[in-house]
């Protein structure tokens, strides 16, 4: 501790404060005067004027504390500034109008190369995350130049992040670092480091800015490129940036393509692909992609019913495109994962990924598809009672539709596999759609127990909410002993 004092000695760092921090009478830590909170761990730093300034970790983030009234002479939105004199913390308020720039520039010169040597050291396991601690850095800097931090520079959290670095629980790395190492456990190292440069140069783009070494990275690993294109597809690129990407590239051409698409533009997006493919025909990502836009497009020779089934399978494969797969990521974390695809058919239709599917791809579909999705988009999901059961045919009632709420509309569906499964008495949540024909479940339904009837009912009221279906059927604790099933089983 008295190398950190010495060493930190005459060292000034600001924080800009906030109403409620200054309310709740502590500064925050975690970044800003990240230094300071390691020096007044355990015992605490004197505040010059009384009292001793603490570290605490009772709001969840490392705060600062100090003695009653310590912030009293400070208003909201003003810069505090922290320095240490002889050992104690001295406390005023500052201005910011004459930052020596010199100064700010090594700040960010460090950071951000320190940044860079975290996340190789991550990528080649010798860390646990992409990041290095803001106090370490500000320690080395004082050590290198100690006149660094002699005066009063802008506070570290905005500064940094406005040199397109970014700080997570007191640590700062590149833009685009991934801060999830499960998210990157299967990447070799070279290709960590590529993932994250290219999100940073695509993230922080700024007009002529040159993305020649990130088309570099995406051209020399199809891992990263896949990875980067279904981010690209979940958050599209701006019109700036699709314009400076270069179109001789497959790479920067398949970015391009999953903009569009994720923009709902899949007809300019097949377009692209084609391109793709005719300067890398063998572009995994791209192969993919090409193979579902012309299964959007179906025989003509077929009947309807046959392609209907082709149709759901298409928007399934719509549903799990990087754009919506959160749609059903999010409803499997409020339910149980067995339920997964009983969960996909929920998402499609009570977040309307069928009218997103016809909007984009509907001019490859023919008129009588058209028309049969409409139709699909206007099926509400319902709670059906099995009735009877006779070799591949199930008879089943729609549950409390009818007049003081008894069972209403009855449909015969003619379905071997749910046939073999279901019993008379069971009660299960599915879609009965149409397919030209007649009535039939595309869908995996759940399975309902009898005894929560009522309240399934009452959720079904419109428009009904998917996450609260979903949390229904989260598989229940089992008392000591139990037996027997759980509800939310998927029906096929």
């Known amino acids: 501790m008295s190398d950190l004092l010495t060493l930190s000695e005459g060292a000034v760092l600001t924080h800009l404060a906030t109403r409620a921090e200054l309310a709740s009478g502590v500064l925050p830590a975690s970044d800003d005067l990240r230094l300071w909170a390691r020096l007044a761990d355990g015992e605490g730093v004197p505040l010059a004027g009384g009292g001793r300034v603490r570290t605490s970790l009772e709001f969840g983030e490392p705060v600062l504390t100090g003695p009653d009234g310590w912030l009293a002479g400070v208003e909201p939105e003003q810069v505090v500034a922290l ?27 460090e950071f951000g190369e320190q940044a860079l040597d975290a996340l190789r050291a991550f990528a080649e396991g010798l860390e646990p995350g992409p990041g290095v601690p803001v106090d370490v850095v500000v320690l080395e800097l004082l050590m290198k130049a100690p006149e660094t931090f002699a005066d009063p520079l802008p506070p570290l959290s905005p500064l940094l992040r406005n040199a397109s670095l970014e700080l997570r629980d007191g640590r700062v790395g590149i833009v685009g670092a991934p801060w999830d190492p499960a998210s990157v456990a299967d990447l070799a190292p070279l290709d960590i480091i590529r993932l994250a440069l290219v999100r940073s140069a695509l993230r922080t783009y700024g007009e002529g800015a040159d993305l020649s070494k990130a088309v570099t990275y995406l051209s020399r690993s199809e891992a990263v490129l896949a990875r980067i294109a279904d981010e690209v597809e979940r958050e599209p690129l701006g019109p700036a940036l699709v314009e400076a990407l270069p179109r001789t590239e497959p790479a920067a051409l398949l970015l391009i393509a999953r903009s569009a698409e994720g923009e709902g533009r899949s007809f300019e997006a097949a377009g692209l692909i084609s391109e793709v493919l005719s300067l890398s025909p063998g572009l995994a990502p791209a192969v993919r992609d090409a193979a579902e836009y012309a299964a959007c497009r179906t025989d003509p020779g077929a009947p309807l019913p046959e392609r209907a089934a082709h149709l759901f399978r298409q928007l399934l494969a719509y549903a799990y495109r990087p754009a919506r797969h959160r749609l059903i990521e999010d409803l499997i974390a409020l339910s149980v994962r067995v339920a997964e695809p009983a969960l996909a058919d929920l998402a499609l239709f009570e977040n309307d990924v069928v009218g997103e599917f016809l909007d984009a791809r509907a001019e490859w579909l023919r008129d009588d598809e058209v028309e049969l999705l409409e139709s699909w988009r206007r099926t509400p999901l319902r709670l059906w009672e099995v009735l009877g059961v006779s070799g591949d045919e199930i008879t089943v009632a729609a549950a409390g539709d009818g007049a003081g709420g008894e069972d209403g ?84």
């Open 409 to 492: 509309e009855r449909v015969r569906l003619t379905d071997e596999l749910l046939s073999g499964q279901a019993l008379p008495g069971d009660l299960m949540l599915t879609r009965v759609l149409g397919d030209g024909t007649g009535p039939h479940v595309f869908g995996h339904p759940f399975k309902v127990d009898p005894e929560r009837r009522e309240e399934m009912l009452g959720l079904l009221s419109d428009p009904v909410d998917p996450y609260a279906v979903a949390g229904f059927f989260r598989r229940p604790r089992r008392a000591p002993g139990a037996t027997g099933g759980a509800d939310g089983d998927s029906g096929r």
């Open 83 to 109: 320095r240490l004199r002889d050992g104690a913390l001295e406390l005023s308020v500052t201005e910011l109008d004459d930052v020596p720039a010199e100064r700010v520039m090594r700040v960010v010169q």
